[in-house]
Each structure stands twice: as structure tokens, then as C-alpha cells.
């Protein structure tokens, strides 16, 4: 009886997270450390933003693998830093990979060259973002935004993080990368307001992260840190004060599904 009542009463917080209608656009955030690796499902279409670390390829890729990923559409490489990039190479010599977004070249590691012998390998040449870049997919509107500046005095890689919005229908996404002030600074002239919002290097803060955090407004935040190295308070406060709930992929994998109108998060 007492298990009867218990599964009575999570039934309908399970309906709350879940997709009542077609949900035809998925996203997931996977549990890769202190390191972003992202999927989009957009219908038949399949888009990759990061990759994790080369430790974490493994996971990535089985995840991708239950995901029931056949071929990657689009892959987006915000920058160069090894948590971003470190599954590269495992991911384009596992998939077909069609296209190509990256942001420009600021230093060498061995986890880029071994992703620049994949791209050599496979005969793929990936387009350098400059501009700000939109594509359609389905009901889906894509925009990258490059950096403004092709060289930054501090922390110059995750300032050149590209910067992609998704909408689709009456919903939001905004993936930041790992932008750091100058490139916040940056964001925060344009107008990026979302329902949810991947946190910009992993929940750390900057004197004007309460600045772009309001202006995003998220609803939803979804935070790629770890238990060692977790998000700063600040910033958690942060989205205390605009009522955001958000999520922790040191917690598990993230799902996101939206009809169009609605967004359910599970975990």
C-alpha cells in the first residue's frame, strides 16, 4: 500500500519533467568531468557542441552510441582547450561527420594535432567562423557568434569561444563556450536573451556575470562542473536572485526535451 501511495505521488512530478506531445528537439548534456560535450537532436539532424577531454571520449561516444547517433551533421568547436576539443579526434575517425564550425587556432596541444590528423585523414576541412553565422535546420535557427577580436591580453582561448544560440520555435538555448569578461563584455551587447543557458566556463564568475546573467534571463541553467571543482557561489546566487532552476552534469547526464513551447529537463 505504502508503495502504491509513493508511486501516486511521483507520478505527476514525472509528468512535469517529461514531454507530454511530439518532441521532435533533444539535447544532452553528458557527465564528461569539467568539460563540455553536448548533443542536439533536431529531428534527423544531429549536432555536437564540444567534445570533453580525451579521458572522457570513451563515455561521450557510448552515450552518443545509445543516443543511437549514425552520423553527426554538424560538429561546433567552441575553442581550442583540451575539455573541449579532447574527443575530437576519437569522434571524427568513429563518424561520418558532414560540417565543420570552429573558432581560430591560439596555441598547439597534442589533443589538437591529434584533431587536425583526423580532419587530414578524413578529408574534411572546417570552416573558420568570422562572422556571425546562421543556418536553418528543420524549426530550428542556429547562430554562431565568432569573437570580435582575433587576439585577447588575458586568457585568450576561452575568449575566442564562438558563442551559438539556437531557437527553436517559441524556445531558447544559449551555449557560450567557455567565455571569460572580455567576451562576456562582448555578448553582453547583443541581444541573447534564452530560456536556458549553458553557463560560460563551467559556473566560474566574472565582475560582470551578474551583468549577463540577467540579461539572458535564463529559466533553465545547466552547469558542466564536478564536485572538486564546482561552480562559484557567486554565480550561484547569481541565478538564486532571477529564480533559475539549475542542473549540474556532475550529477548525470542531462536531458532537455521541447515540444516548441515548453521545455522538460530530466536528470
Not at 545547466?222 to 554565480?235: C, K, L, R
Request: one cysteine or more; aromatic letters at 10%; a negative charge.
Amino acid at each position: 500500500m505504502k508503495k502504491i501511495f509513493l508511486i501516486l505521488l511521483l507520478l505527476p512530478l514525472f509528468l512535469l519533467s517529461s514531454c507530454k506531445g511530439e518532441c521532435d528537439f533533444k539535447i544532452t548534456f553528458f557527465n564528461v568531468g569539467n568539460a563540455d560535450a553536448i548533443l542536439i537532436q533536431d529531428r534527423n539532424t544531429n549536432i555536437i557542441i564540444d567534445t570533453g577531454t580525451e579521458e572522457s571520449s570513451d563515455y561521450f561516444l557510448e552515450g552518443l552510441k545509445k543516443s543511437n547517433i549514425k552520423t553527426i551533421d554538424y560538429l561546433i568547436l567552441s575553442h581550442f582547450d583540451q575539455d573541449h576539443i579532447g574527443g575530437a579526434s576519437k569522434l571524427l575517425t568513429t563518424y561520418d561527420v558532414k560540417q565543420i564550425y570552429q573558432t581560430y587556432f591560439v596555441k598547439t596541444s597534442k589533443e589538437i594535432r591529434a584533431y587536425q590528423d583526423a580532419l587530414k585523414e578524413k578529408n574534411i576541412t572546417p570552416l573558420e567562423v568570422r562572422e556571425n553565422l546562421r543556418f536553418n535546420v528543420n524549426d530550428t535557427t542556429y547562430t554562431i557568434y565568432p569573437p570580435l577580436l582575433t587576439s585577447y591580453d588575458n586568457s585568450p582561448s576561452n575568449n575566442s569561444s564562438l558563442c551559438v544560440r539556437a531557437v527553436y520555435k517559441n524556445t531558447s538555448y544559449l551555449f557560450p563556450g567557455d567565455a571569460e569578461k572580455h567576451r562576456i563584455k562582448e555578448l553582453n551587447k547583443l541581444d541573447l536573451k534564452s530560456d536556458l543557458l549553458k553557463m560560460p566556463h563551467h559556473g566560474g564568475v566574472e565582475d560582470n556575470s551578474d551583468k549577463f546573467i540577467s540579461k539572458i534571463s535564463p529559466k533553465y541553467a545547466i552547469i558542466t562542473d564536478t564536485e572538486n571543482e564546482p561552480a562559484d557561489e557567486i554565480v550561484l546566487s547569481y541565478l538564486d536572485k532571477i529564480n533559475a532552476s539549475v542542473y549540474h552534469t556532475y550529477k548525470g547526464d542531462i536531458h532537455v526535451e521541447s515540444d516548441g513551447n515548453s521545455i522538460y529537463i530530466t536528470q
